[in-house]
C-alpha cells in the first residue's frame, strides 16, 4: 500500500521557471491538501480540495494554482517560480472530514534561484 | 479564527527522563486538536487528536494529551524518553462547527533532542 506519493522529491528551479508537483493517494480519500514547510513557521495551507473537480483556498495561495481532475491525484503548479517560494511542500489526505488524520507524502524539497 | 502556539521550538531531555511537549490553542468554537511528528526527512505522521470524546488522550508510542479548557492547553507527554523519539513535533487545531470543520492549523513545531 503506497499511501500517498509526491513526485519530484527534488527540484532545482530558475526564478521565472514553471513546474508542477504531482500528488496521487491510492486510499480512496476525498480531502487532499498542499502544505508548504518552512523552517520555524510549521506548515502551511496552500490549497485543498474536499472532492474531485473541487479546490479551495488556503492560508498562502498566491503564486499557486491547483487542479483535481481525478479523486486520487491532486496537482500543485507554479506558473512563475520565485525564491520566495523554495520551501519543502507536502501533500497529504483524508478520508472524508479535516479532522480526521491526515495522511503525508514524503515532501518534495523544491530551490528556486 | 483558531491558532496554536507551542512554547519552545526546541526541547532537550536525557533518554529516561520525562517529555513535556507545550500547546495552547486560541478557538471561538470547540476545537479539534491533534499532535503529529515528524521523524528527519519524513512527512508528519498523526500521534493522537482529541475531538471531545475524553480529555485524556492517550496515542502512538506511549505519548498522551491532555485537554484543558479553563487553560486552553494541550500538552504532550510521555513518561520515560527514548532515543527513537527524537523528531519534530507539531500540534494542530481545526475548528468544530458541530458537525463541519475548519482547516488544520499547526503550530510552529518543537524539536525534541534527546541525549543518552
Known amino acids: 500500500n503506497a499511501g500517498v506519493t509526491q513526485t519530484p522529491k527534488f527540484r532545482v528551479l530558475k526564478t521565472g521557471q514553471s513546474m508542477t508537483l504531482l500528488c496521487a493517494q491510492d486510499?480512496?480519500?476525498?480531502?487532499m491538501y498542499w502544505y508548504r514547510q518552512d523552517p520555524g513557521m510549521g506548515l502551511r495551507l496552500i490549497h485543498y480540495s474536499v472532492g474531485e473537480g473541487t479546490t479551495a483556498k488556503g492560508e498562502v495561495p498566491d503564486g499557486y494554482n491547483v487542479s483535481r481532475l481525478k479523486k486520487q491525484n491532486f496537482l500543485l503548479g507554479l506558473e512563475s517560480a520565485a525564491p520566495s517560494q523554495t520551501s519543502v511542500y507536502f501533500c497529504a489526505s483524508s478520508r472524508q472530514g479535516r479532522n480526521e488524520k491526515l495522511f503525508f507524502g514524503s515532501g518534495t524539497q523544491l530551490s528556486v534561484l | 479564527a483558531q491558532s496554536v502556539t507551542q512554547l519552545g521550538s526546541h526541547v532537550s531531555v536525557s533518554e529516561g527522563a520525562l517529555v513535556l511537549l507545550r500547546c495552547n490553542y486560541s478557538s471561538s468554537v470547540p476545537p479539534y486538536l491533534f499532535w503529529y511528528v515528524q521523524y528527519p526527512n519524513q512527512g508528519l505522521q498523526l500521534l493522537l487528536k482529541?475531538?471531545?470524546?475524553?480529555?485524556l488522550v492517550k496515542g502512538i508510542n506511549g505519548f498522551e494529551a491532555e485537554f484543558k479548557k479553563s487553560e486552553t492547553s494541550f500538552h504532550l507527554t510521555k513518561p520515560s524518553a527514548h532515543m527513537s523519539d527524537a523528531a519534530e513535533y507539531f500540534c494542530a487545531v481545526s475548528a468544530n462547527y458541530g458537525g463541519s470543520q475548519g482547516n488544520l492549523i499547526f503550530g510552529k513545531g518543537t524539536k525534541l533532542s534527546v541525549k543518552p
Open positions: 482529541y475531538t471531545s470524546a475524553a480529555t
Open positions: 486510499m480512496n480519500h476525498e480531502y
